[in-house]
């Protein structure tokens, strides 16, 4: 027999658990459904190997949104600590400061690859591209073609398995958005000096931000507290969840949705509204009646992440949080250093806890690879670049994340647009929240706002807020200028539809 709630969430990553917190705050009736059968969090749970504990990806929590920072504050009160942000770049066997330190940018260079660099920057002022489409074009314009193909084409092509000219500029105007050039070279010219100017969330690109808060045990201490708080308040968190199939039905208007837990048993519940932040081509193949966009979205398609953990002998102290590394003669996209996210992440309080990020598509050569493979290659790839001597890891592990990034691929945008206008014609009371859910490159925060204003909507009974502004309205994503409370109380002050 199906058993009924207001509103079914599926996913308890970020978005999903703001949902569901934000509803069961308001009295409302509210499940939750996860596929892991462990893990809460998502893409921002922290995993704990032998009491090492490390993220997916790092996640700072940083955000110009009043509203989701007490939200932080409200669910996690008193476990936040404050970590200075130090990142630096790999290329050619050298490493630069990220953000860049003008004179040692200049030095690792040298004065003719500087002068190159500067020269293509003006030439690109000059001479732009017009109405830009890929992310090539797009940074070429922003930064010159010299620096684009030292400090972008290497790492984006990493992370995206495909070339610059195939990705949307949309990414970039997304994640680079309120850099510019003269403002960073300004800025690496005060680093270089030693000075040191108060970088605050207004009017600053998250780019160029020196600190964060953490919470002392990782991202996980969020979302295991956020749902603890959404038990207390009467709702439900049901683990090992996968969702088989959705039906809408048009007489009831209400939704059916088929489960089936992970010792193989089938569940089965009706609900008023679905929230959704499982990935987007995932959800429709499960919608019946069989949604007119079914082929936009089979055409979507996702970027899938590993890490793989060396864990080590006391070595000399990395400063880093994270190292990009754009050098092309590794594989290797990102190395994570552990401890300076926080000093709680390593239980014997010495050893040394690196993860290295390799991004992939399922089932190619690299996500396929044995576990003993992938750290042999990390041993390799870490002693190459220097920052670990492989003779003295004791221990390793490796963790597969599916669908860790939505890609922006030149089409992406027009099989959202067709999805949407699908959703909004003929399957009312499905809501699309969160990174894989609405297929859009988001940080935590974003995930975070777009499950709020989605429960606001649910509870007022009609669409107030437009969530697909999040990351768009009043520049709120990378580089705003004064956070998304100008951003949500633009949504807020007219009621809105969801635009097609």
Not at 105 to 113: S, V
Not at 129 to 154: A, C, M, Y
Not at 247 to 253: A, F, I, L, P, S
Not at 272 to 277: A, E, F, N, P, R
Request: with cysteine; net charge neutral.
């Amino acid at each position: 027999m199906a058993q009924h709630v207001e509103t079914l969430v599926i996913g308890a990553g970020p978005a999903g658990l703001t949902t569901a917190y934000t509803l069961a705050k308001a009295g409302r009736g509210v499940t939750v459904l996860e596929m892991d059968p462990v893990y809460v969090g998502g893409i921002s749970r922290t995993v704990d190997y032998k009491g090492f504990k490390f993220d997916i990806g790092g996640h700072r929590f940083f955000s110009k949104s009043k509203e989701v920072v007490d939200l932080w504050n409200e669910i996690l009160p008193d476990d936040f600590i404050d970590r200075p942000r130090l990142s630096r770049i790999y290329y050619r066997e050298k490493f630069y400061a990220y953000p860049l330190k003008a004179f040692e940018a200049l030095a690792n260079l040298g004065i003719w690859t500087a002068t190159q660099c500067m020269a293509s920057f003006g030439w690109a002022k000059a001479r732009p591209i017009k109405d830009p489409t890929t992310f090539h074009q797009w940074v070429r314009n922003q930064f010159g073609e010299k620096l684009f193909s030292i400090f972008f084409k290497t790492y984006t092509e990493k992370v995206w398995g495909m070339s610059c000219d195939e990705i949307s500029a949309d990414w970039a105007s997304q994640r680079i958005k309120g850099l510019d050039l003269a403002a960073a070279i300004i800025d690496g010219v005060k680093r270089s000096l030693g000075v040191r100017a108060k970088v605050t969330a207004e009017g600053a690109p998250k780019t160029l931000i020196e600190s964060f808060r953490y919470p002392r045990k990782g991202p996980g201490m969020m979302w295991e507290a956020c749902a603890d708080k959404i038990l207390a308040l009467g709702g439900q968190l049901r683990m090992g969840r996968k969702v088989e199939g959705l039906h809408y039905d048009k007489v009831t208007r209400l939704w059916t949705v088929d489960v089936t837990r992970a010792d193989g048993t089938k569940e089965t519940y009706t609900a008023d509204d679905v929230v959704s932040s499982a990935p987007l081509r995932e959800l429709m193949q499960a919608v019946s009646p069989t949604p007119i966009s079914l082929f936009h979205a089979g055409e979507l398609m996702y970027r899938d992440f590993i890490t793989v953990v060396l864990i080590g002998k006391p070595q000399k102290e990395l400063p880093d949080n994270w190292i990009y590394i754009h050098d092309p003669s590794v594989k290797v996209g990102r190395v994570q250093n552990f401890r300076s996210w926080s000093p709680e992440m390593i239980p014997d309080g010495v050893s040394t806890c690196l993860g290295l990020e390799y991004f992939c598509f399922e089932g190619d050569g690299l996500w396929i690879s044995k576990d003993e493979d992938l750290v042999a290659q990390a041993k390799r790839e870490i002693a190459k670049i220097g920052l670990m001597n492989p003779d003295e890891v004791y221990d390793a592990c490796v963790v597969r994340q599916h669908k860790a990034y939505p890609v922006y691929d030149d089409s992406y945008a027009e099989h959202i647009r067709m999805i949407r206008l699908d959703l909004k014609m003929h399957f009312p009371g499905l809501h699309l929240v969160g990174r894989n859910g609405m297929h859009k490159y988001n940080n935590q925060d974003h995930a975070m706002m777009t499950g709020l204003l989605t429960a606001e909507n649910i509870i007022a009974g009609e669409t107030i807020h437009d969530v697909w502004d999040v990351n768009e309205d009043a520049e709120y994503g990378e580089a705003g200028v004064s956070g998304a409370r100008e951003a949500l109380s633009s949504v807020r002050a007219v009621p809105q539809k969801v635009a097609a």
